[in-house]
């Protein structure tokens, strides 16, 4: 007979070596005994029957009740041979109630209905996306990250008009190079968190160059900036505390935020008069942090920081503010919003990302007193428990750093060609939200139209995206264009023609 085994301890059915008396044989004769592992090498491995020990009979209770519970059988002898064909049929059949008791059980059945149910529910609410027409598809890239890239079933090069590449430092030979010599000196991981044995000197190096790169006291790194925002509120903000945060603020603010538990207030976009109406009922606690991004992602429109940092000076408040999208490229340097607007030193802390203008790799950071840095250093728990950034991404991210502090020769070009495609579009009629951000989004309302669009503007050689509910508001679905350092202005102006065919096509221009 076969061996059985289940769970994390492994269980086998054996018959034993000598046949009970008649009036047992009614009963299963089988033993049941756990397997020896070498997980637990103190266990003694199971006695093997033979002839000159008999194993004794072992059952389990269930069998040995139904025995007990059935009048003796009234056997004749039988030959060897018909023994032996009994005792293998009676293996069988217990064979198959374990068998039948693990899986097609009471337990097993409603494991089953679990299941089914789950799938039940996941396949409604996907037809509802589907129905919605909000499904998001994702197009596969076949070539690295640029201005011109592969797509997967799609013939010939095609212009990339969504990446959050700002800078074109995604592939730059730089970049890869000090990716690559990273990889080979440190390796390809640290297989471990910060702070036991997962910090090595690049980690340190780039902390710093980073608090420099922002003139601020000390930084901390993360694998991600949703992971920064995720561990800074909780970590900072008790219950005496108060947040204000921009209704219109990133996904991973408002999930960092909620995880706090300080006291939450939520201001309408850009709206100063209701951020100061808040300020004031807020007074009643510890500590206030107004929250906001710097610029907006979904609209490209940017926070107006010298009035809120004239707001939280009145009322005595902290800044914090997310640069993911302005961190590199806005700026007389790159330095972000705060250096755009000139309130450096009046920012207490930012976030942002390495995923984007510089590298486009991965990873995020915090920024601001040292102090602060020491705390969650000790407290916040996505660095507490998240693996180290691996090497090849600090190097990566170290070189992007490097080369926009030496020069901001991309930055000043980035302005000049997000102003040509703009002005070009709205010449052409389109609505482009925001203003001076290379995010340019091409308003259009309809999510259909939006998805539409898209799709006709790959047809024509031009990677673009729709957005539409639940990523922004219903009745303000977009196709979201973003304006990199490495397009050409003969890459921006076929990117307008090709809007102005398929616009007219789809009636969405005149």
């Known amino acids: 007979m076969g061996v059985w085994w289940f769970g994390p301890r492994r269980t086998f059915l054996r018959p034993v070596a000598s046949p009970p008396r008649l009036e047992d044989r009614s009963s299963l004769n089988l033993q049941i005994s756990p397997l020896w592992s070498s997980a637990d090498p103190t266990r003694p491995r199971p006695p093997v029957p033979g002839p000159a020990s008999p194993a004794p009979l072992t059952r389990p209770l269930s069998l040995r009740l139904a025995a007990a519970a059935r009048p003796p059988a009234r056997h004749q002898p039988r030959p060897p041979c018909a023994w032996a064909r009994g005792r293998e049929l009676g293996a069988m059949w217990a064979g198959r109630v374990l068998h039948a008791a693990l899986s097609g059980g009471p337990r097993g059945r409603r494991a089953q209905s679990a299941l089914a149910q789950l799938r039940g529910i996941l396949e409604e609410e996907l037809e509802g996306i589907r129905g919605a027409r909000t499904w998001k598809s994702e197009r596969v890239i076949t070539s690295r990250q640029g201005p011109r890239i592969h797509v997967d079933g799609v013939s010939g090069g095609i212009l990339n008009f969504c990446a959050n590449n700002y800078l074109g430092l995604s592939s730059h030979p730089e970049v890869i190079q000090a990716g690559l010599q990273a990889l080979e000196e440190f390796g390809a991981g640290l297989s471990s968190v910060r702070f036991i044995c997962g910090t090595q000197s690049i980690h340190k190096d780039l902390e ?102 004239r707001l939280a000076s009145r009322y005595g408040a902290l800044v914090f503010v997310d640069e993911c999208h302005a961190t590199g490229f806005l700026g007389a340097t790159g330095r972000g919003t705060d250096e755009l607007l000139g309130v450096m030193d009046q920012v207490t802390i930012i976030n942002s990302t390495l995923g984007k203008a510089l590298g486009g790799a991965s990873g995020g950071y915090t920024t601001g007193p040292g102090p602060l840095v020491s705390l969650l250093r000790q407290r916040a728990r996505p660095y507490l428990f998240s693996n180290s950034l691996p090497p090849a991404v600090i190097g990566c991210a170290s070189k992007a750093l490097d080369l926009l502090m030496e020069s901001n020769a991309i930055v000043q070009s980035m302005a000049a060609k997000t102003q040509r495609f703009r002005s070009k579009m709205e010449a052409a009629g389109f609505t482009i939200s925001g203003a001076h951000h290379p995010i340019c989004p091409v308003m259009l309302g309809d999510a259909r139209l939006a998805s539409c669009m898209a799709d006709d503007m790959l047809k024509r050689g031009i990677f673009v ?36 065919e398929v616009g007219r096509l789809h009636g969405a221009l005149p």
């Open 465 to 500: 995206i729709g957005f539409s509910y639940p990523v922004v508001p219903k009745g303000k679905a977009r196709i979201r264009v973003q304006i990199s350092a490495v397009h050409s202005e003969e890459d921006i102006d076929r990117c307008v023609e090709a809007f102005v």
């Open 208 to 309: 710093a160059k980073i608090a420099q790169f922002h003139q601020r006291e000390d930084a901390i790194l993360y694998p991600s900036c949703f992971d920064a925002n995720a561990g800074l509120f909780e970590a900072l903000l008790t219950p005496e505390d108060a947040v204000l945060s921009d209704e219109l603020n990133h996904a991973s603010i408002i999930d960092g935020i909620r995880l706090c538990k300080a006291h939450k207030y939520r201001y309408r976009h850009l709206d100063m008069a209701n951020l100061e109406a808040k300020l004031q009922e807020a007074q009643k606690h510890r500590l206030r942090l107004v929250a906001t991004d710097g610029a907006f992602s979904m609209d490209g429109d940017i926070a107006p920081l010298q009035e809120i940092c």
